[in-house]
């Protein structure tokens, strides 16, 4: 065998070095992608309760929209009761004196 087969020990604990420091290097990265994974994952399970809490704020907005419209229809409702009976009342009267002018 020649001799430039083979590595000498110097090339060889240099090979080694920069190996080990890649491999360093690529472990630092990997840390750094596997925490803004983690990051990800948190602000995904975020935006993932917020959607459902304003789901939920929506329905109970809905529910209460319902009610105030009930309510305000509610008191339309007394109010045209009341005038009706104002307006039956007025035209009772009405009719009542001019039948007593009429002498009925």
Not at 31 to 42: A, C, G, K, R
Not at 50 to 75: F, G, P, V, Y
Not at 81 to 86: A, K, L, P, T
């Amino acid at each position: 065998m020649e001799d430039d087969e083979y590595l000498r020990r110097h090339e060889h604990e240099e090979f080694a070095r920069r190996v080990d420091q890649e491999n360093k290097r690529q472990n630092r990265r990997l840390d750094i992608v596997e925490s803004t994974l983690s990051q990800l994952n948190e602000l995904t399970i975020s935006v993932q309760n917020l959607a459902t809490n304003m789901k939920h704020m929506l329905d109970i907005q809905t529910e209460q929209n319902k009610r105030l419209e009930e309510l305000e229809n509610r008191d339309g409702e007394k109010w045209r009761s009341v005038s009706m009976y104002v307006l039956t009342a007025l035209i009772g009267a009405v009719l009542g004196f001019a039948l007593k002018q009429v002498g009925i």
